[in-house]
């Protein structure tokens, strides 16, 4: 099994910017697909963006398309998700998962990753 444990959330105000990491642990992480999914209160988790297991290949939800940006560094087995142009939308807490797979396609759905972290809280405010 692979274990994930995300940080960088925290308060910032409406157009600051975060960075959150998820450190990996366990198994090779470069055998794992890996994506971000957030899930704000009263709501369904929603698919952030998702990465390949080699970077090479990246996807995001076209609401957070050119905010937000996936990137992973297999040498520190971690997976970042910086975030730009920050919304009191874009309030929740924000999970990272992954997927032992090294095809070269993303996954959007929850259901298609098997390992989940803890979650990260991120709140931006008005």
């Known amino acids: 099994q692979v274990q994930l444990v995300e940080s960088g959330g925290g308060l910032v105000q409406a157009g600051g910017s975060l960075r959150l990491s998820c450190a990996a642990s366990?198994?090779?992480?470069?055998?794992?697909?890996m994506a971000w999914f957030r899930q704000a209160p009263g709501k369904e988790r929603e698919f952030v963006a998702a990465i390949t297991w080699n970077g090479g290949i990246t996807y995001y939800t076209n609401s957070m398309k050119g905010r937000f940006t996936i990137s992973r560094d297999n040498a520190k087995n971690t997976v970042y998700l910086q975030m730009n142009s920050l919304k009191p939308d874009d309030t929740a807490v924000y999970y990272c998962?992954?997927?032992?797979?090294?095809?070269?396609?993303?996954?959007?759905?929850?259901?298609?990753?098997?390992?989940w972290g803890q979650g990260t809280q991120v709140t931006v405010s008005s």
């Open positions: 366990g198994r090779t992480f470069s055998n794992y697909a």
């Open positions: 998962a992954a997927r032992f797979t090294t095809s070269d396609r993303w996954y959007r759905g929850g259901n298609e990753y098997g390992y």
